[in-house]
């Protein structure tokens, strides 16, 4: 089975379960991400928390809801999909007219087919989503003053906000650290949603599996803005002193492009390696402004805050038709989708662990011929390697680290990381301290 596969087939198993920024979904979904990588530690934090200028809400449980029609027959039915329901939705039971039930029916007018995603968080109401083609057969079918009886069964109550850390330590002792981290706060959504923490557990379980590891690996499962509100006011200073590259995951399951969001200045580690890796992988890929950055990379980039944490998508969050609606289903992704952001990401890692500044052993060129390294035979059509290897060579100064010759010679840092292992059996190069 392929990453991509696995990934797959862990959101499929995810997509129905009802998840909010507080909740049993949500603890749900990571006791199933920890069942996968079980070095996953769940956290809770109480309702009424002071986190920064936030505080952590109350929780919201939902089990049921349905608007029935005069005859007794369900007209909206949570079990079918629960974004019938606007997430953190008071309960209610009690008979409403057409009319008035128009007052609290949320649809998508442009889209006339799908079903929004609509949550009221910080303010206590209620409502029902569907789509404005239903919206208007009700309309067509029922007069104004025909009665509903609507019941949401959901509980809105202190309890708290549940989030999981994996930590997967260095194996050179080394506090330094690469943050990676996602969200688990939407219901039945598969790329808006769970295409980030299923390529998060994969990533993990692949991290776990190296042999040698430079750095540490730090990696979260939150609610958005909320949880990475919460985490940061109890983090951030070690975040501050050992991270020193991070990426945001969110939205990285379909076939579609790349997208890099930079952090606020654009200037970072983080920011360098993901546009290296994007160039040789993907050059097409999107490369949007820190101006419209609307998930929790704009956190992460807060002043006071600034850590250097790019924000990764395939289609941008708000940039592709099917995001946050119904149609964000388990078609929209694919093995092939989430293989190729575990790949990115995965040459991301592998660049920053190999990334330093190197410095040849030896004065001048060296004798390639006798270390095996430049062919015996002259002959027309076999210099592209010897160039490739001259050019690597010519900027290995001290001065530059890996990225920056990657960048400087238009070779990968895959390519450039095997040819450093022939220079390094050889003796030829050194890490500059």
Known sequence: ????????????????????????????????????????????????????????????????????????????????????????????????????????????????????????????????????????????????????????????????????????PSTEKNNKEIFISTYICHPSLANNELSGPCVSITLAKW?????????????????????????LSKNYKELQNNVIAGFNLTCVGDDRTYSYMPTAYGNTLADKVLQNVLSFHFPEYKKYSFLISGSDERRYSAPGIDLPVVGFSRSLYSKYPEYHTSADNLSLISPSGLQGSFDVISKCITALEWNANYKMTCLCEPQLGKRGLYPTVSRKGQYDEVFRLKNLISYLNGKNDLIDVSNIIKVSIEEIIETLKKLKENNLIKEVV
């Not at 953190?88 to 128009?102: A, D, G, R």
Request: aromatic share 12%; glycine share 6%; hydrophobic share 35%.
């Open 207 to 231: 991290l776990k599996n190296l042999k040698k590891r430079k750095y540490t690996y730090r990696l979260i499962y939150i609610p958005e803005t909320i949880g990475s509100i919460t985490y």
């Open 1 to 168: 089975m392929t990453q991509g596969e696995y990934a797959y087939n862990l959101a499929a198993e995810l997509f129905p379960i009802c998840r909010s920024i507080t909740g049993n979904g949500v603890r749900k979904t990571l006791k199933i991400l920890q069942r996968e990588v079980p070095e996953l530690k769940i956290k809770e934090v109480p309702s009424g928390t002071q986190v920064f200028d936030w505080t952590v809400p109350k929780e919201w449980n939902i089990t049921d809801a349905w608007v029935k029609d005069k005859n007794g027959s369900k007209i909206i039915d949570f079990s079918e999909t629960n974004l019938h329901v606007m997430g953190y939705s008071i309960p209610v039971h009690k008979t409403v007219t057409l009319n008035e039930l128009m007052s609290f029916i949320y649809t998508e007018p442009e889209q006339p087919d799908v079903i929004p995603y609509i949550t009221s968080y910080y303010k206590e109401r209620y409502g029902f989503c569907i789509s404005e083609n239903q919206k208007i057969q009700m309309l067509s079918t029922y007069s104004g003053n025909d009665e509903f009886e609507i019941y949401i069964d959901s509980t809105l109550e202190n309890g708290s906000l549940t989030y999981g850390e994996i930590i997967i």
